[in-house]
Structures are given as structure tokens and as C-alpha cells.
T-cell receptor, first 113, second 110 residues
Framework: AQTVTQSQPEMSVQEAETVTLSCTYDTSESNYYLFWYKQPPSRQMILVIRQEAYKQQNATENRFSVNFQKAAKSFSLKISDSQLGDTAMYFC??????????FGDGTTLTVKP | NAGVTQTPKFRVLKTGQSMTLLCAQDMNHEYMYWYRQDPGMGLRLIHYSVGEGTTAKGEVPDGYNVSRLKKQNFLLGLESAAPSQTSVYFCAIKTGYGYTFGSGTRLTVV
């Protein structure tokens, strides 16, 4: 069975600083996708960044980047220059080519002014 | 959210009542999903579909049924609602880049 673990239920960071959210997963598959989603208080699920397991290069989207360690099954999210609008719950998710998905329980991030 | 529409947005049911949630996409994607999100938790997959006329069970399928008669629509049914089904329900589609979610349905079963 696939599992996704986010070991930090809550985190906080000062505005303009950098924060890293952790995610580990367990799978026996070799080809899969990993995602980070942001869920602000509006409840909307917003895709932040994605990583294909076959790619060694870490994905980057503006201030958001990942550290993908396939052998260690680790997929952390780094947010640089944190902004107040980054305050949200962040979910790590794992998807297979067959269409199944598994989400972590989330990390609540608060950006303080 | 653009492209994925869920109806209704809110609903209160009595125990034992039935209802159907509708997810509609205005694109032509094959994969559609239904999730539930309980307080303080991530999304758990209920059922999904890989194309018109197909459905498959996810992680927590008990108490739910689904149908995909038309490619654009994915319906989630509760035949006999229970308080344990109080949750926020999300529909999603798989696009070329990732997954796009609807805005959610808050369901309360009393």
C-alpha cells in the first residue's frame, strides 16, 4: 500500500524567510508522480509544484522548489522569500500512472509579518 | 475552479437520506476522481474513473456509489447517509500537467 507522511503538522516562518516542508512516501512502484498542493482558508486545492519520479532534476516554480530524493523516498518543499499569502495548509501527494492517489495529512504553514 | 464544477456547494442531510453530488468538466479529460476531506486530514480517494463508462474503487469506497455515463460528468451517490459521511467532498480531473480540483461540497449528515 502507498503511504505519504508529513511529519510536521504545523510550521511557522517570518515573512521573507525560507521554510522547508517535509514529506516521505512509501511505494514499490518505479514510475509515479509527486505533487505539492496548497489549500488556503478558501478551501480551494491549488497545485504548487509537481515532480516526475523518472526525472532526477528537482522541479522549481518561482519561489517554490523541491528536494526529491528517490532512493530515500523523500520529497520536501522549499518556499523562499515567504509571503503572507503563502499561509495555508500544504499537502504532499503521490499519484500512479494507473490513476490512484494518496495524500499526506498536511502541514499548516503560517507566515508571520 | 475553472473547468471543474461541483454541485451543490453545501448540503445538510438527515441520517438515512440519499443524495447525489455532481461533478462536471468543461474539457475532455479521461480521468475523474472523488475525494473526501475530514477535518485536519488530507484527501482520501473514494472512487475514480479512467474514462466514460468506467469506475474503480479508491481507498474509502464503502457507502458510496459512482457513475460515469457521460465523459463530462462524474456522479457520487450516497444511498443511505450516515453521520460518518459528514465531510468536504472534492472532485478532480487529471490534466496534462497535474490535477485540477473543484471548489468542494460541504456535506453534513445529522
Amino acid at each position: 500500500a502507498q503511504t505519504v507522511t508529513q511529519s510536521q503538522p504545523e510550521m511557522s516562518v517570518q515573512e521573507a524567510e525560507t521554510v522547508t516542508l517535509s514529506c516521505t512516501y512509501d511505494t514499490s512502484e518505479s514510475n509515479y508522480y509527486l505533487f505539492w498542493y496548497k489549500q488556503p482558508p478558501s478551501r480551494q486545492m491549488i497545485l504548487v509544484i509537481r515532480q516526475e519520479a523518472y526525472k532526477q532534476q528537482n522541479a522549481t516554480e518561482n519561489r517554490f522548489s523541491v528536494n526529491f530524493q528517490k532512493a530515500a523516498k523523500s520529497f520536501s518543499l522549499k518556499i523562499s522569500d515567504s509571503q503572507l499569502g503563502d499561509t495555508a495548509m500544504y499537502f504532499c501527494a503521490y499519484y500512479t500512472n494507473a490513476g490512484k492517489s494518496t495524500f499526506g495529512d498536511g502541514t499548516t504553514l503560517t507566515v508571520k509579518p | 475552479n475553472a473547468g471543474v464544477t461541483q454541485t451543490p456547494k453545501f448540503r445538510v442531510l438527515k441520517t438515512g437520506q440519499s443524495m447525489t453530488l455532481l461533478c462536471a468538466q468543461d474539457m475532455n479529460h479521461e480521468y475523474m476522481y472523488w475525494y473526501r476531506q475530514d477535518p485536519g486530514m488530507g484527501l482520501r480517494l473514494i472512487h475514480y474513473s479512467v474514462g466514460e463508462g468506467t469506475t474503480a474503487k479508491g481507498e474509502v469506497p464503502d457507502g458510496y456509489n459512482v457513475s460515469r455515463l457521460k465523459k463530462q460528468n462524474f456522479l457520487l451517490g450516497l444511498e443511505s447517509a450516515a453521520p460518518s459521511q459528514t465531510s468536504v467532498y472534492f472532485c478532480a480531473i487529471k490534466t496534462g500537467y497535474g490535477y485540477t480540483f473543484g471548489s468542494g461540497t460541504r456535506l453534513t449528515v445529522v
